[in-house]
């Protein structure tokens, strides 16, 4: 394993990190200040127009639709690639995702932040050429936004087939009822369309029972009932809403890959965006540590720079480690989904994703720590990062599930074989 960025991704991460620090670093605070105005004025779910204005200029640089995976330029248009002109591997993707993790804006200035590009990619690899055209295009083209429904509010959604929202096929429509939540997107005012995960048939085996559905967010039966915080803060412009789901009736040719493929398109979609998640969490973690260590050594108190009062050096030190230890952890990751394949990577999957939530935290916290009361606040970035790593424990699978699937593997290789095996 070679974890050295080929050219054309360290050319990449150069002009990221060049865009952020000359472009979005200098407006993100100010961004945050106007969000809160319009949030005491009722106008917060509508983007401010420097975003717009920053994903011109990143367009206009080539650093559009990152994400893209590579291997499908056959089926995108050369208009919404990046720079480069093709896709990149989940290995190559995964530097400039770290990049991009140390701003709030940059995910969605450079058309890389979920859940779009998961639900663009769940089109890429698995749309029919009418759906990638209906939505796809619009979607790598930054004119429509997306969500992402699958969550349930009255099951233990950390077990996806215990959901209750059916959708029922009935000649060439499909009737979908139900209630979702926590789905990620819908708050945009330019969110056009659902990926809406249902249950189709009860009887087919535990796997093939469920469909991702494409539902237009103007279709009658289409209500979002509310938006929900997250420990009181609502990720504006996108947000996670409840929705509600009242006879809503589509084409059949709106089922992504036909009835019944929802959880293998979702382990498709799932392993790449783990890499996603987890590479902008190291980001994150990269920029509270260097925040906790300006601190640190900028502040005094009994005499000495904070750096050198109660154990603040082995804290530094031991996040510095943390951090190391799980982008190595993620890059191996990426390196098994683009060699192996998503079956040859499931544990590892597991495991960045109960590791580096928890990793990012813990150095949030460390950094809150040394800011003090003023860490808890609006004027430095570290309370809602908390908050986002936190959540990261739950969104796409809570840690106890991503735990069972590293145990289930590890067992796996001393239990005694069957004469089957």
């Not at 995960?197 to 967010?217: C, K, N, Y």
């Not at 005499?303 to 480690?321: M, Y």
Request: glycine share 8%; aromatic share 6%; hydrophobic share 45%.
């Amino acid at each position: 394993m070679d974890f050295s960025p080929s050219p054309r991704t360290a050319d990449l991460c150069e002009r990221v990190a060049l865009f952020i620090a000359a472009e979005i670093m200098p407006v993100e605070q100010e961004y945050g200040r106007k969000l809160a105005q319009a949030r005491t004025a009722g106008r917060q779910w509508r983007p401010l127009p420097v975003l717009n204005e920053l994903q011109v200029k990143a367009r206009a640089e080539g650093l559009w639709n990152l994400f893209l995976p590579a291997g499908y330029e056959d089926v995108l248009d050369a208009r919404y690639l990046p720079r480069g002109g093709a896709g990149l591997s989940n290995a190559d993707y995964a530097p400039i995702a770290e990049l991009t993790g140390r701003s709030f804006l940059a995910p969605m200035v450079f058309n890389c932040n979920a859940p779009d590009s998961g639900n663009m990619e769940v089109l890429i690899k698995y749309g029919s050429a009418t759906q990638r055209e209906q939505w796809l295009d619009p979607l790598l083209d930054g004119r429509i936004r997306s969500a992402f429904a699958m969550t349930e509010p009255a099951v233990a959604s950390s077990d996806a087939t215990s959901m209750e929202t059916t959708a029922t096929v009935s000649g060439d429509h499909v009737t979908v009822k139900g209630r979702k939540w926590w789905s990620t997107g819908v708050g945009h005012p330019d969110c056009d369309i659902l990926l809406v995960m249902a249950l189709t048939d009860p009887q087919a085996p535990r796997h093939a029972r469920h469909s991702m559905v494409l539902i237009p967010r103007s279709t009658a039966g289409v209500s979002v009932e509310r938006m929900l915080p997250t420990m009181g803060i609502y990720d504006e412009p996108g947000g996670h809403g409840e929705i509600s789901l009242t006879d809503v009736r589509v084409p059949l040719a709106n089922v992504i890959a036909g009835p019944g493929q929802a959880f293998a398109i979702g382990q498709g979609r799932l392993g790449p965006g783990r890499v996603h998640h987890c590479m902008r969490l190291i980001g994150l973690a990269e920029s509270a540590l260097e925040l906790g260590c300006r601190r640190a050594l900028s502040r005094t108190a009994f005499g000495k720079p904070l750096a050198d009062l109660g154990g603040n050096r082995e804290r530094i030190a031991e996040a510095r480690i943390a951090i190391d230890q799980a982008r190595l952890l993620v890059l191996h990751a990426a390196w098994l989904l683009d060699t192996q394949g998503t079956d040859g990577a499931v544990a590892e999957v597991s495991q960045i994703k109960a590791v580096v939530p928890k990793m990012a935290q813990k150095v949030i916290d460390m950094a809150i720590q040394l800011h003090g009361a003023a860490g808890l606040s609006d004027d430095f970035p570290l309370a809602a990062a908390w908050t986002h790593a936190r959540a990261l424990r739950l969104a796409d699978g809570p840690d106890e599930v991503h735990l069972g699937v590293v145990a289930a593997y590890e067992l796996r290789k001393y239990r005694p074989k069957t004469a089957d095996e």
